[in-house]
């Protein structure tokens, strides 16, 4: 067989040092459909790391497909800032009455930007505003994006680090599970809380992701999340859950926090809202927290007609049923089942699996170990990524609208990857 180099001379010396993803998957991707990649060169690839969690119906899903194309055919709106069109209409009320009204959400809806970390800025504004208080608490190994006051709020260090000033105004507080749960969960937040002498200035908002995805798929418990809910009430902090990457059924219901039986005061969604990979970003708030000023925040690109059509098209399909959140738990299963082999064939090599729904992480015992399982896996065929702070967990993201034999079909590589590797 003739091995033909991808041809990758104009990312290299064109594009800048920071692009990351390209690296480890060093070839020139062509065309995607469902859970499959391909290059240009004719190789195929599952793709298990979905835009990292932004195609949860699959590539190109061939439903919202023909609802983009039939919207650009008849030249329906592309670009309108935040105009009132059909696309956002019918945008709002399909979310209204698939999701906010079924669950007894009474949200508003705004729309901050196309990006996660619009959503995750415009969040923090509104609870300072509200609160009149300018400190965040978040949690050890969070991920809330690359902006500024994103980064304040995020753990990693190297990330944080790329801000190049100080970032200010957010207190770190234990994940859960953090100390091993060798003390009571909040014991430090709630001292820090009530001592006058802590030093920590009384937040405006907590957040938090209900599972950690860029921190290593770490998964907070319900009673975690209902104990952190209480505790924000007790003490007038809003609670922010940010859903971006979680969200949209990732973890089986639409709302990663439904199964705590919570309702945040604010909620951050995006990636999968679109449903086809197109930029669209919603910060959800209850009403009585819609103090903004008209234009107050602001930018260009937050009303991305063609991502409300899309979404519209996913929601209708996906969602107006209780179908999809069984299947996703459903396919978890299959996930776990394969992942407890995986760990019981190397134990000493695989320190433990974890996940909820259709996100599972790997956790390697020699941290090196989970990149070269991920560059082994791409080889194999396999898109997989890793994530947690030295990148010491395989990050297993795969489309929710993989089938049962894709997913077994990827995890038999995986598996083999790992017997590579380990
Ligand atoms: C939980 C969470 N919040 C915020 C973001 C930032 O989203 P974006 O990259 O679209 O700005 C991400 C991205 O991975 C995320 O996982």
Not at 105 to 110: A, G, S
């Amino acid at each position: 067989m003739t091995i033909t180099q991808p041809d990758l001379s104009v990312f290299e010396t064109l594009e800048s040092e920071v692009r990351s993803y390209c690296r480890g998957w060093p070839t020139v991707f062509d065309r995607a459909q469902g859970s499959h990649m391909y290059d240009e060169d004719g190789h195929t690839y599952l793709d298990f790391f979905a835009g990292a969690g932004s195609l949860n119906y699959g590539h190109n899903n061939p439903v919202l497909k023909r609802a983009l194309l039939d919207y650009i055919e008849r030249d329906g709106v592309t670009h309108g800032l935040d105009m009132s069109t059909t696309a956002k209409r019918a945008f709002l009320e399909t979310f209204q009455n698939t999701i906010l009204r079924p669950r007894d959400l009474p949200y508003k809806v705004m729309f901050p930007g196309p990006t996660g970390a619009n959503a995750v800025e415009a969040a923090l504004k509104l609870a300072r505003k509200v609160k009149g208080r300018e400190s965040i608490v978040s949690f050890t190994n969070a991920f809330h994006g690359m902006s500024l006051g994103a980064l304040a709020v995020t753990g990693n260090a190297f990330k944080r680090a790329g801000a190049g000033i100080p970032l200010v105004h957010g207190t770190p507080m234990p994940f859960d599970n953090y100390l091993d749960g060798t003390y009571p969960d909040f014991l430090w937040f709630e001292r820090l809380l009530e001592d006058s002498g802590s030093g920590l200035n009384t937040p405006a908002a907590v957040i938090v992701e209900t599972v950690q995805g860029e921190g290593g798929i770490n998964v907070a418990r319900a009673e975690w999340l209902r104990a952190l809910a209480d505790l924000c009430k007790r003490r007038d902090m809003l609670l922010i859950v940010d859903d971006i990457q979680m969200g949209c059924g990732r973890t089986g219901a639409f709302f990663s926090f439904e199964e705590a039986g919570i309702v945040p005061d604010i909620v951050t969604v995006s990636k999968s809202i679109s449903g086809y990979g197109l930029p669209l970003a919603l910060t959800l708030f209850k009403p009585e927290l819609d103090v903004w000023e008209p234009g107050e925040h602001n930018g260009t690109f937050r009303g991305n007609n063609p991502a409300f059509v899309t979404a519209a098209a996913a929601l209708d399909t996906y969602w107006a049923d209780g179908q999809m959140e069984k299947q996703t738990l459903a396919r978890g299963e299959i996930i776990e089942s394969h992942l407890r082999a995986i760990v019981e064939e190397h134990p000493d090599a695989i320190a433990e699996y974890r996940g909820r729904g259709m996100v599972w992480g790997l956790e390697c015992s020699d941290k090196p170990l989970a990149n070269k399982i991920a560059k082994r896996a791409f080889e194999l065929g396999l898109l997989i990524e890793t994530s947690g702070p030295e990148s010491e967990v395989v990050k297993l993201l795969p489309a929710l609208t993989t089938t049962p034999e894709e997913l077994d079909e990827g995890l038999r590589i995986l598996a083999r990857a790992v017997r590579d590797c380990a």
